[in-house]
């Protein structure tokens, strides 16, 4: 196998020994994660059926995350590095009402809008707990928190062109879409949500494949989801490694 690019992938630190991460960052990553869920109970008191459940979906986006690093042969450090990247990248949208999420219709553009902009909650909420804190993971994890729903063809949240999209947004971008399209919902009707017919619609329907990814790296991901990959879904961070 080649040598994978590492351009623009976050290899100049490692989140298993870096002690600002494991003092600091990490508990605000946990402490938003907790804070997703019981904002998640919420809406399910509201809506017991509802499919989408968002510290669900930041799990099991963080796990495809890494597992797509892990396929495209990048560093153990940054596959690690970016699942607790992605982890969080949502983190912004318990800061809106519960009534913006779960109505059984297609959302339209306004609400369409006013979901959108957890975006940049997410990053208030990073700056009110974080302050000024000058991390390498800060940097990545505001990078993908306000990015992530960009696409390469400059029509996404905040029209950023594709060439200013870094590889860890990209990445996000098409494993984050795949995850909402996966979640079976109402006005979905009888779509076919199976993993095959999911990678072929953000492959081949207008408006998606290269209009919305970077088709090279959303190929490592179909290829990681398609491929049975129990063992990585779930792997555990390991514990630090430096003395303190
Ligand atoms: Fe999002
Ligand atoms: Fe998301």
Redesign the pocket.
């Known amino acids: 196998m080649t040598q994978p690019s590492l351009h623009g992938w976050p290899t100049d630190f490692d989140v298993r020994t870096d002690v600002v991460f494991h003092e600091q960052i990490k508990p605000f990553i946990e402490n938003q994660m907790k804070l997703l869920e019981i904002y998640d109970r919420k809406r399910q008191a509201v809506n017991p059926d509802i499919k989408y459940i968002f510290h669900e979906h930041a799990e099991r986006v963080a796990c495809d995350t890494r597992n797509t690093c892990a396929l495209l042969g990048l560093p153990e450090n940054v596959q690690e590095n970016m699942y607790w990247a992605m982890l969080v ?2 983190a912004g ?1 318990r800061v809106l009402p519960i009534e913006v999420w779960d109505s059984p219709e297609k959302p339209t553009g306004d609400t369409m809008k006013f979901r ?1 902009s ?2 940049d909650l997410g990053l208030d909420i990073v700056r009110e707990e974080l302050g000024d804190l000058k991390h390498p993971f800060v940097d990545l994890m505001v990078d993908i928190m306000v990015n ?2 960009e696409k390469m063809d400059g029509t996404g949240e905040h029209n950023l062109p594709g060439e200013q999209l870094s590889m860890p947004v990209r990445l996000a971008c098409i494993v ?1 879409s795949y995850d909402g399209y996966t979640i079976p919902r109402p006005h979905f009707g009888e779509r076919d949500i199976s993993p095959s017919a999911v990678l072929e619609k953000m492959r081949s329907e207008p408006g998606k494949g290269a209009a919305m990814f970077d088709m090279a790296l959303f190929e490592a991901f179909a290829t990681m989801k398609l491929k049975s990959t129990p063992a990585l879904s779930k792997k555990p961070m390991p514990q630090m490694e430096t003395e303190r």
Do not use: M, P
Request: charged share 45%; proline share 0%; no cysteine.
């Open positions: 990248h949502d949208k959108r957890h975006v992530h729903h984050e």
